[in-house]
Nanobody, 134 residues
């Protein structure tokens, strides 16, 4: 059974930094992507960043490019999201999710394009709260 556990959230002042971690267990080789999403109150869950375990390629949303850095260790099934220059608009619940190449099947999975590849994210952690004070 796949399980993801996030940690590292908390309260930080504007301009500060936090590092989130995501520990993964039960991952299969086809689950090649690890992504971070966030959801602010009353808003949709948005993609932030992702990496593919096999190539180490990273992807970022424009809003966090240059401020956030995703990294991961496939052998340890551990990923991190280093967040710098945090702003009040970054306040949200942050989720990590495990993804595999999209097969065309329907269902509740969240789909994202990573470069030229489409991925389905169907395994999620419980989320960790990040609050940024002004």
């Amino acid at each position: 059974q796949v399980r993801l556990v996030e940690s590292g959230g908390g309260l930080v002042q504007s301009g500060g930094s936090l590092t989130l971690s995501c520990a993964v267990s039960g991952r299969s080789d086809e689950s090649d992507a690890l992504a971070w999403f966030r959801q602010a109150p009353g808003k949709d869950r948005d993609f932030i960043a992702a990496l593919t375990w096999s190539t180490g390629t990273t992807y970022y949303a424009d809003d966090v490019k240059g401020r956030f850095t995703i990294s991961g260790d496939g052998a340890k099934n551990l990923a991190h999201l280093q967040m710098d220059s945090l702003q009040p608009k970054d306040k949200a619940i942050y989720y990590c999710a495990l993804g595999s190449p999209y097969t065309g099947a329907g269902g509740p999975d969240v789909h994202c394009w990573l470069g030229t590849g489409r991925y389905s994210f169907g395994s999620w952690g419980q989320g960790t709260q990040v609050t940024v004070s002004s």
